[in-house]
């Protein structure tokens, strides 16, 4: 099916090579990383992890939420997510692959991901990081690549692949729950040291990729003949709204807890994010602005009328996006760090370098999905109108 690929408009090639040229210079830059070592970025001793990791940390929502089309299509055929559920895994996959290269380039030297698999230690967190990542990526290689081979010749899938999607659930909460495990196992850093870091994990991966997926498919609606269905975008518009709310609910409760504790170490990471800390405060305009995002998007979306105007429903699912984006990634990453445990507040800027590689890795992950979603498109074009047992 790869064969479909290989032809399309000129609006398709022309995107396809701005994304090769992004690669090219995402490469360059990681050459130039590569010859002088993590030094030239951001990154100090105080601060470990950076704009790598905060996207990376992300990214893993994005991938997990490919589940909240699996369970209501195939638990509870819920048929309307039939045309886009396909979408769902195949963004999974390229959200996967952006994971390991954002730990790729962060590693700085690339012989170190050889040691993970060649000196495996079950007692770390990053070890079963590892196996979650990759199990789910193939999940979602073996399940959709299937899955929709068997649509083109108009059969049902495999009895094999039903275990398969059903393992593929918990699989999906699992690589975002790895994931907060490593923050909230961290006892010297007091704004990850919380019971209910994964349900944060999990409510904002439920908002934000939900959110992406919507757009795309928008975007599918238009630069094709491919309709994903407005019900379908419409049912994945709530889960958006209800997983958004839980959000922020997760996130003022932290708020709370740390203030009326009047624990100064649950105080002053979240003191540096919002009002400054000690005259340092780059990541102020940045997490004010994902505030008022989240409170748009979701004022947007709760409401019926303009959740259901596709003028208006892009406004408000870029701005859960964006807020999601802002502080699952820089804020909760760079807010662990300061101040450090000597109380000391030391920031972080990523340099260009860090910048342009980032940039390489997001175009490697949506030239990927690009090609998977004309396969996946051109298939759905051949059989529309042709209902594929599931």
Known sequence: MLEKALSGSRRYWGWVFFLLAVIGAGVIAYLFQYQYGLTITGLSRDVSWGFYIAQFTFLVGVAASAVMLVIPYYLHNYKKFGRIVILGEFLAISAVIMCVLFIFVDLGQPTRVMNVMLHPTPNSVMFWDMIVLIGYLTLNLVIGWTTLGAERKEVAPPAWVKPLIYLSIPWAASIHTVTAFLYAGLPGRHLWLTAI????????????????????????RKTSKFDPGKEALQSLAKIVTYAMTINVFFFLLEVFTAFYSNIPGHMHPLKYLFLGLEGHSRLVPWMWSATILAFVGLALLIYPGTRRNESILPIALISVFVSAWIDKGMGLVIGGFVPNPFERVVEYTPTLPELMISLGVYAIGFLVLTVLYKVAIAVKEETEGVEIPH
């Open 197 to 220: 870091m994964a349900a944060r994990f999990l409510s904002s991966a439920f908002a934000a990729g939900p959110a992406l997926l919507i757009l795309l498919a928008l975007i599918v």
